[in-house]
């Protein structure tokens, strides 16, 4: 019985070497093939030998907005109910300080393997199960900032206390950093503290150590190639109600509101906003671009969203690639001069918040976590469909339950907000006197 279970053991191993060689041999013999295709890995990335994008040869259909439907006289009554909860509101802050923390986490690079390790690592991958698979698929998550900001504000004139350590910005992007010997570097993890004065939300003053300094002259006195805009919009608490820096009713207004209602959701009820926005209606661009927001404003404070679900649409001609496959390197893409094909693409932005109470009747949120999702092709989402009868509103509801699951499984981007500290209404002085 021992004996025949060491054979048995033998022959596996030996069937999986001799499975392992034939895979690489295989591999070895297969010549570079060429091939003209549409991209499917990522629809958005051109090659870097491609060049200006052509002109759209007609207005894709999103842009045409004439057909949508106005509120019914329910749902603008509705509006207006909000509106006033609004402005209502807005009158009980007039000061305060916020403390509060902003983290960002972005899905590690993925380190470069020996070929013999990725030979192994496929041939494992061809022997699991795609369910088995899917297990393990999912990403791992790096670190990139961490900001700590006490601001304050009074009427139109706010503070802000900046302490950052960071490899990255708050949008993702590579930090470029000034060495001892005149030299660049890039994503090193870098520690920064400044100091900002603003009115009406423009920055007067930067400190730096003990000197307030105008803000224009400082910018002026930096080598131009490092990053000059070390504010962020993101240092304002109150740009992660909605993230934009607009406060609510001026967002409202300057969107095409294209539903409004309440929501019942476990014994309580809630307004549901859905905002519609074009950026070119006109047929002279090279891409077409849309956005819709869902907004599912909170049961317990009515003019904070408690779920933002942003869509991000666009349309352009993508070059058609020819693509050369080799085992040995990296696939080259080379757009075909002539060949282009329409493209639909979406993107998604999520914010979810939690709100507390402060003091009596004064609300704020105590945590948002922002995700950002990566592209996808309309042709993937919608299956089957032809671009001419693609929803013209992206809705969370009208995509597909798989697709759903899917892309908030891995977003690229993460982003969260924690508030330690918040009081309002308290007596305060900003009126720059310290100031030059």
Partial sequence: MCTRHKH???????FFFLLLLSVFCFLLLHHPEKTTQKPTQDPTA??????????LSETPRFIKTEGILPLSPQETHLLEQLKIEIATYNTKIKSGEIEFSVTVSRIA???TKHLFVELLERGRDNLVPKKEKDGYALPTYEETGHWYITYRFNGETEFFDVKARAK????????????????LRRGIWQETHHQFLRHRKQTLYIREGTKWRPYDKWQ???PVWIPTNVFDKCFNPHWWHLGHDKPLDTFIHRRKITDVKRVENKDSSHFYLQLYHTEAK????????????EIWMHPKAGIYPKRILIANRRAQLQPELEIVENFFSIAEAKPVPGKYYYLETIGFQSLTSEIAEYEPGIFFPKTVTEEYYGEDSMSDIFTGLPNSEYPVIIREALLPEWFRKEYQKAPRLKRVMNVHRAVFNIPMELDLQDTP
């Fill in 220 to 222: 002026q006195s930096l």
């Fill in 282 to 293: 006109n047929i002279n661009t090279s891409v077409a671009r849309a956005t819709t927001h």
């Fill in 46 to 55: 051109l090659p870097s030998e491609f060049g200006k994008t052509p002109l």
């Fill in 109 to 111: 690079p993925q380190e």
């Fill in 168 to 183: 990255r910005d708050m949008n993702g992007s590579i930090i470029i950093t000034r060495t001892e010997n005149g030299g």
């Fill in 8 to 14: 048995t053991q033998v022959y596996r191993k030996v």
